[in-house]
């Protein structure tokens, strides 16, 4: 079995790697509806239309108000923010003159409408919020591959937990924001971030550090590995776990908890004729790197430990971890997982 050996070396500010042998679709804001603003025909739909009559008035007002769209169209754009150009979710708030807004942009204008430049005050627009209360809508993720639709109001919660949101960047060494898929990712932290990338299931790193007894919290350069088809995230870190310091190295797998179940993974340290094995499914990236560590998910050694399996004089953290990455075959009659080994 090959072995990529790799060694990782500190540097100021980021702990990185070297090798011993040497689009993707960005997550867009989507709005499902056309981007088009039509803020200047924007009509005070704040009085409330005849229960019985609800959508033949809403859709009459609308249909004057926008020609040359349907009533459907013409509903979905008056639900648009002028502002943010994000669908409005109660409180809709209006003008004096009925151009609407959501909350979150009513509060970055100063209170001053930015279609007519008038003092915005606190009008609710509910007739513009019962009609949303009538009507159905794709989910923002629609581009992406949703084909969900959904009430109103029921729309935002299933975003939270739509399979087609876009991924966060699962890079620990910083707060980074970027957003989108799997592909994207992986441009991203290759051209961005400068992470290892490597193909194949088996690794051999070995994480060095001088003075560790000096460092409390440290992060090493995210490894990323390709196999099976996906794309894996090893991380390696110095924490405080209560009172003592440790070392934790853990996998993450680049797509949902569904599929990765489908995988598992075992991570192996030791020296002197002792060693630690860790066995386990890797965490989905839906889960934060933060999220991950703090429910001690991975293989955990104790600095001391880690100092004696380095050698020498326990002065500078020289720790090899070995590791393999394999796919679980499902048994349909037992019901029951058969490790595929092949590699």
């Not at 923002?140 to 087609?164: A, N, R, W």
Request: net charge neutral; glycine share 6%; charged share 20%.
């Amino acid at each position: 079995m090959d072995l990529n050996n790799i060694e990782c070396v500190s540097t100021d500010g980021m702990i990185m790697m070297e090798d011993d042998d040497d689009v993707i679709t960005r997550h867009q804001q989507n709005n499902p509806f056309p981007t088009n603003i039509f803020s200047n025909h924007h009509q005070n739909l704040s009085s409330k239309p005849h229960k019985n009559n609800h959508n033949n008035n809403v859709n009459n007002n609308i249909n004057g108000a926008v020609l040359g769209l349907t009533p459907a169209t013409s509903v979905h754009e008056l639900l648009e923010c002028p502002v943010c150009t994000n669908s409005m979710y109660p409180p809709i708030h209006q003008c004096h003159n009925g151009h609407t807004l959501c909350s979150t942009c009513k509060a970055r204008v100063q209170n001053r409408c930015p279609t007519c430049r008038q003092e915005l005050g606190d009008i609710r627009c509910l007739a513009l919020e019962k009609v949303a209360e009538s009507l159905d809508f794709p989910c923002k993720y629609q581009l992406m591959g949703c084909p969900g639709i959904f009430p109103y109001y029921s729309k935002l919660k299933h975003e939270t937990v739509c399979d087609f949101r876009p991924y966060n960047c699962p890079y620990a060494g910083s707060e980074c924001s970027v957003t989108g898929d799997i592909p994207f990712l992986v441009s991203h932290l290759r051209d961005d971030h400068k992470v290892d990338m490597h193909s194949g299931c088996t690794f051999n790193h070995r994480y060095v550090k001088s003075n560790p007894r000096e460092v409390e919290n440290a992060t090493w350069m995210l490894t990323v590995f390709h196999c099976f088809g996906q794309y894996f995230c090893l991380h390696f870190e110095a924490f405080q776990l209560g009172a003592a310091p440790v070392y934790m190295a853990f996998l993450r797998f680049m797509g949902d908890e569904a599929d990765a179940r489908n995988y598992s993974y075992s991570l192996e340290v030791g020296a002197n004729g002792r060693k630690l094995i860790w066995e386990g499914t890797p965490r989905s990236v839906r889960d934060s790197h933060r999220k991950v560590r703090d429910s001690h998910d991975g293989l955990i050694i104790q600095r001391n430990m880690a100092l004696f399996f380095s050698g020498g004089d326990r002065k500078e953290l020289k720790l090899r971890v070995t590791g393999r990455i394999w796919k679980e075959q499902h048994s349909a009659d037992a019901g029951v997982c058969i490790p595929n080994v092949s590699i």
